[in-house]
C-alpha cells in the first residue's frame, strides 16, 4: 500500500485547511486509515482516523474543529481543519491499516501562524 499525502501549508490562526491522503497498490484493501500527527520533540499523536464501517475517531484537542470524511471507491481519505490553532501545528501522517499492517505516507507539513 502507497499513500500520497497532500494540502499541508501555511496559514493564519483561525484558517483552514484540507488534506488529502490517496492510498494505492495492487488489490488494496484499507480496514482504517486516518491522520497522526507530530510536533517538533513530541510524540505522534493521533488526529483521526475512520474505520471502514464508518465509525470515525478524533483526538480531544480537535472534536469540533477538525472533520475526518472517507471516500471508499477512491481510497482517499480527507481531513478538513478549521479554526486552526498555532497548537495544530506539526508534520501531519497519513496512517493505513490493510488488517495486517500498518503503512504510513509522506507526511506534510501544517503551519498555523498566530
Known amino acids: 500500500v502507497q499513500l500520497q499525502a497532500s494540502g499541508g501549508g501555511l496559514v493564519q490562526a483561525g484558517g483552514s485547511l484540507r488534506l488529502s491522503c490517496a492510498a494505492s497498490?495492487?488489490?488494496?484493501?484499507?480496514?482504517?486509515i486516518g491522520w497522526y500527527r507530530q510536533a517538533p520533540g513530541q510524540q505522534r499523536e493521533l488526529v483521526a482516523s475512520?474505520?471502514?464501517?464508518?465509525?470515525?475517531k478524533y483526538a480531544d484537542s480537535v472534536k469540533g474543529r477538525f472533520t475526518i470524511s472517507r471516500d471508499t471507491a477512491k481510497n482517499t481519505v480527507y481531513l478538513q481543519m478549521n479554526s486552526l490553532k498555532p497548537e495544530d501545528t506539526a508534520v501531519y501522517y497519513c496512517?493505513?491499516?490493510?488488517?495486517?499492517?500498518?503503512?504510513w505516507g509522506q507526511g506534510t507539513q501544517v503551519t498555523v501562524s498566530s
Open positions: 475512520a474505520a471502514s464501517g464508518g465509525d470515525t
Open positions: 497498490g495492487s488489490g488494496v484493501r484499507i480496514n482504517a
Open positions: 496512517n493505513a491499516h490493510d488488517g495486517t499492517y500498518n503503512h
